[in-house]
C-alpha cells in the first residue's frame, strides 16, 4: 500500500489516490509502454503546429525530422515552458550549433547510428561553451 497520496476531482467529488511512481521507480513492461504511448501523443502535439509551418515554408521532411529529434531529445514530461523554452536566443543558437555538428557529420561520412539526437546535443552544447 502507497504511503503518499494525493486528491482528484472526478464529477465535483475529490477522491484520494495513490502516488504511486517516485523517481527510480522500476516500470513494469506495462508502465514502459503507457508512458512511451504518453510520449509520443506529447511529442505529436506539442510539435504539430511547427510541422505544419514547415511544411508551408517548404522545409524537408529530413528538417523536419532533425528538428523533432532535436526537441525530443531534451522533452521532459511535467515541465511546463508556456510555449517557449528558455532563453530564444540560446535556444537559436543551439540550433544552429546542432546544424553544424551535422553538417560535420555529414562531412566525415561518420554513420549516424553513431550520432543520435541526444550526442548531437551534447556536441552542439560543447561547441557553444567554447
Known amino acids: 500500500m502507497p504511503n503518499s497520496y494525493d486528491q482528484i476531482t472526478i464529477q465535483g467529488q475529490v477522491f484520494r489516490v495513490p502516488i504511486r511512481y517516485a ?12 508512458l512511451n504511448q504518453t ?3 506529447n511529442l ?10 514547415g511544411t508551408e515554408a517548404g522545409l524537408p521532411l529530413e528538417t523536419l525530422q532533425e528538428q523533432l529529434d532535436d526537441y525530443a531529445s531534451e522533452y ?3 515541465a511546463r515552458t508556456g510555449g517557449v ?17 551535422r553538417q560535420v557529420i555529414k ?9 543520435p539526437p541526444s550526442r548531437i546535443t551534447t556536441a552542439a552544447k560543447a561547441l557553444l561553451e567554447s
Not at 25 to 30: F, R
Not at 45 to 52: Q, T
Open 44 to 53: 505529436r502535439n506539442n510539435f504539430a503546429k511547427k510541422v505544419a509551418d
Open 76 to 78: 521532459q514530461f511535467g
Open 107 to 115: 562531412q566525415k561520412k561518420l554513420p549516424d547510428d553513431d550520432w
Open 39 to 41: 510520449l509520443h501523443e
Open 23 to 34: 523517481a527510480g521507480h522500476v516500470l513494469t513492461e506495462g508502465e514502459a509502454g503507457a
Open 85 to 101: 523554452r528558455g532563453d530564444p536566443v540560446m535556444t537559436l543558437a543551439l540550433n544552429i550549433a546542432r546544424e553544424m555538428v
